[in-house]
C-alpha cells in the first residue's frame, strides 16, 4: 500500500468501535497459515491433532516471520465431525487433549500402554472418528479415576471451577447424552427435555461423578490451550480462533436457554447460482429480542471466555448477524425468508450486536462476508473497523468487466485467501473450473496448461500475500502442495469438507507430513519465505 492508504487507513480504524481490538494486533500487514488442528500429527499425537501440538507449529512460524496462526473451531462437538456443530458455544473438545503431556503420567502404567495403542492410529490417511472417541475416552476415564483427586484439590482447577458457572450446566447435559445413548434431549422425560432450576439441581446429584469427569476434562482442554496461548504471545504469534455463527439444535445452550432461539425455523440459505434448491443447515436461528433484554449476557461470556484463547477471531457468515434464511421446520430452503423480513432494521440490527461484540472482548473480529451480501453490510463492517474476507478466484469488477482484481486493487481492510475449508484447494479449481482458469491465464498473460504449474501456483500464493489488503492467511496445504511428495497422490483428498455432501471424507483430511517433517523442511521454509517477501 501506498503511504497516503496506510495513513487513510489507521485514521479510518483509530476512529472506529474496532479502535481498542487492533491496539495489541497492529495496523500493519500480517501473513500467517490456517491449520485445521485435526489434520496434525506427530511422534507424540495420538490419532489426531492435539492442543500441543500447536506449539511447534508456533515456533515455526516465529522462525519464519509469519505471525498469525489461524485454527478450525475447537468447540466439543460430541459425536460429530464438523467442528461447526456445536454441542456447547463454550466447553472445548475433549478430543484434542495432548494426552502424552497429561501431568503425572508416567511409563509402565495402563494409561501410557492404552497411549501407545492410541498413537498407532495416526499413521491412518484419515482420522476414524468412531474408534478414536472410544480409546480417547477409555483413557481419560482411567486417568480420570487414577490422577483427578490430585488434579482437582489444586487451587487453579478449584478457580477455573468458580470462574465458569456455564460448566454445570453442560456437563449435565453431557452426561445426560451420554447415559441416554445420544438420543435428542427433545425425546427425553418431560422433566429433562424442559429442565427447569429444580430439575437441574436435582439431576446434577444424580450424575454427580459423570459430571464431575467433564468438568475435569474442560479443565485439561483449558489448561493446554491457554498455555499454546501464552507461549504465541511470547513469540510474538497471533492465534486466530473461529466463532461459528450457529449453535448445534443438539447442544447444552439450545437445551437450557431455549427462549433465546426460534426453534420452529432452523437457519440456511436461499436458492442461488450454486444451490438451485437453496441450502438447509439444521441449526435455530437466535432470537435477537430475547438475547437483548438480557443485555446480549450469553453473547459477551461466550467471546469473554474464547479470550482465553484467543487474540484474533473469525466471526462465521457475518451477515447472519445482519439478517439469516429462517426455513420453518419440515418445508424446504426455498420455503423461507430473511429474518428480520424487513430490510430496512437490517442494519441497525447487526450493527448494534456488531458493536456489543465488539466491546466484550479485546479479541480482533474478521467477518467472513463470502457469498451474497448486501453491500450496505460491508460499509457498515469498515465503519465498525472490521475487516472482511478475499477468496482471490472469487474477487472480481463484477460491476465493471469482471476481470479478476489485481492485489492492489483489494480493498484494505480485509484478509485475503486462496481458498477455505469448504472450498476447493487451488489445484482442485484448477482442475474442475477449467473455463475460469482460462480467463484468469489470459488476464495474467499466461499459456493455459490442464493442470496446474507449479510455476503459475507458486505466482497465485506470491500474489496472495501482496494485495493491499491487511492480513494474509493460506490453508498450510496450498504450501505444501508445490512440494509433491508433502500432499496425497489425489488432489481430492486435500480437501477440508465438501459443503451438503454427506461423508466420512469431511472433517477427516490428514496432513501428509508431520509435525516434525513441516518444521524441518528447509525448501518449504525458503518457499514460503520467498512468498512473503
Not at 430490510?343 to 448494534?352: L, S
Not at 469498515?382 to 483489494?410: A, Q, S
Not at 509435525?515 to 525448501?523: D, K, N
Amino acid at each position: 500500500m501506498e503511504t497516503n492508504q496506510i495513513d487513510s487507513l489507521i485514521s479510518l480504524i483509530q476512529s472506529s468501535p474496532a479502535a481498542k481490538n487492533w491496539e495489541k494486533i497492529g495496523i500493519k500487514q500480517h501473513h500467517g497459515i490456517n491449520i485445521p488442528l485435526f489434520s496434525l500429527h506427530s511422534k507424540k499425537s495420538a490419532g489426531i491433532g492435539e492442543y500441543t501440538d500447536l506449539i511447534p507449529m508456533i515456533d515455526w512460524c516465529k522462525s519464519l516471520g509469519l505471525d498469525v496462526l489461524q485454527l478450525l473451531p475447537l468447540n466439543d462437538t460430541g459425536l460429530e465431525t464438523s467442528p461447526y456443530s456445536a454441542l456447547s458455544a463454550f466447553a472445548l473438545n475433549p478430543l484434542h487433549i495432548g494426552l502424552a503431556s497429561l501431568p503425572y503420567l508416567e511409563e509402565n502404567t495402563l494409561v501410557s500402554t492404552m497411549l501407545k495403542d492410541i498413537q498407532q492410529m495416526t499413521a491412518s490417511q484419515r482420522i476414524d472418528y468412531p474408534q478414536l472417541h472410544s480409546k480417547r475416552s477409555g483413557l481419560l476415564h482411567q486417568y480420570f479415576t487414577e490422577f483427578s483427586e490430585e488434579i482437582m484439590r489444586e487451587n487453579e482447577y478449584q478457580t477455573f471451577v468458580k470462574n465458569n458457572p456455564w460448566l454445570q450446566g453442560y456437563a449435565l447435559f453431557k452426561s445426560l447424552k451420554m447415559y441416554s445413548k445420544w438420543k435428542s434431549w427433545e425425546l427425553w422425560p418431560d422433566d429433562l427435555r424442559n429442565p427447569t432450576p429444580e430439575t437441574v439441581a436435582k439431576h446434577s446429584q444424580k450424575y454427580e461423578i459423570d459430571m464431575a469427569y467433564h468438568i475435569f476434562l474442560q479443565y485439561l482442554c483449558f489448561k493446554q490451550m491457554q498455555e499454546a496461548k501464552k507461549h504465541a504471545e511470547s513469540q510474538g504469534i497471533f492465534l486466530k480462533g473461529d466463532i461459528p455463527i450457529l449453535i448445534n439444535r443438539e447442544s447444552a445452550d439450545v437445551w437450557l436457554h431455549r427462549q433465546m432461539f426460534y426453534m420452529d425455523l432452523e437457519a440456511g440459505a436461499p436458492p442461488d447460482q450454486y444451490s438451485k434448491e437453496g441450502q438447509k443447515w439444521g441449526f435455530p436461528i437466535y432470537n435477537w429480542d430475547a438475547i437483548a433484554q438480557s443485555d446480549y449476557e450469553w453473547w459477551k461470556q461466550r467471546l469473554a471466555y474464547a479470550t482465553h484463547f484467543y487474540h484474533i477471531y473469525r466471526i462465521d457468515h457475518i451477515v447472519g448477524f445482519y439478517r439469516i434464511w429462517g426455513i420453518p421446520l419440515g418445508k424446504k430452503a426455498m420455503d423461507g425468508h430473511f429474518v428480520p423480513e424487513n430490510p430496512t432494521v437490517w442494519i441497525n440490527r447487526g450493527d448494534t450486536i456488531m458493536r456489543i461484540m465488539l466491546g466484550a472482548s479485546t479479541m480482533l473480529p474478521i467477518g467472513e462476508d463470502l457469498g451474497t451480501v448486501p453491500p450496505e453490510v460491508r460499509k457498515d463492517m469498515k465503519e465498525l473497523g472490521i475487516c472482511g474476507t478475499k477468496v482471490m478466484r472469487w474477487e472480481r469488477d463484477w460491476n465493471g468487466n469482471g476481470h479478476f482484481l489485481l492485489p492492489d486493487e483489494y480493498t484494505p481492510l480485509s484478509m485475503t485467501t486462496v481458498s477455505t475449508h469448504d472450498s476447493e484447494t487451488v489445484s482442485q479449481w484448477w482442475t474442475n473450473y477449467p473455463a475460469e482458469v482460462k480467463e484468469y491465464c489470459t488476464e495474467k498473460g499466461w499459456s493455459y496448461t490442464a493442470v496446474l504449474d507449479p510455476e503459475y501456483h507458486f505466482a497465485i500464493l506470491y500474489d496472495s500475500h501482496h494485495t493491499s489488503s491487511l492480513f494474509h492467511i493460506n490453508l498450510l496445504q496450498e504450501y505444501l502442495a508445490l512440494f509433491p511428495q508433502m500432499v496425497w497422490p489425489n488432489p481430492e483428498d486435500e480437501r477440508i469438507n465438501t459443503p451438503g455432501v454427506i461423508s466420512d471424507r469431511n472433517w477427516s483430511y490428514r496432513f501428509r507430513p508431520s509435525i516434525e517433517e513441516i518444521v524441518g523442511s528447509e525448501p518449504l521454509g525458503a518457499l514460503i519465505q520467498d512468498l512473503k517477501s
